[in-house]
């Protein structure tokens, strides 16, 4: 695609923000630095496969289905994000529109992040934060996220 005018950019990235809203389901492997260190690529690459296994449509790209199945917005995204925070519990993957944050996953707890949250809407348990025995499904469960400011 090549944009030529401030109005072509314009129009792209409303296109865009309207495929990322209409997308019902979205997977977001953290992509900072830490995450990288810990394997973040092996964990975004073995979603694709987890997703293809059980015939459910995905997309990499806003504006298509790399999987062709199923209507439009009904793919399930998936994304890299910057740093979620957290760095230490890296491999860090956020599901919306659950809100569930996983810590420390692995290539092969992609499939049953994919059967338990995307297929199921549960949450992993195991993936999940534990703090002092407390199971902590979302970022804003876990004390650290509870004391940052957003500006």
Known sequence: MSLKTREDLQKFRAECAAAF???????FVCSGQSCVASGSQLVYDAFPAAIRE?????SVDFLRDDHDQGKPGEAIGLKKSGCQGLCELGVLVR???EGFLYTKVKPEDCAEIVDETLVNGKLVERLAHNHNGQICARPEDIPFYQKHVKF
């Open 21 to 27: 809203q209409a997308q019902k389901k979205k997977i």
């Open 54 to 58: 059980r015939n459910l449509p995905y």
């Open 95 to 97: 599901v919306e529109p």
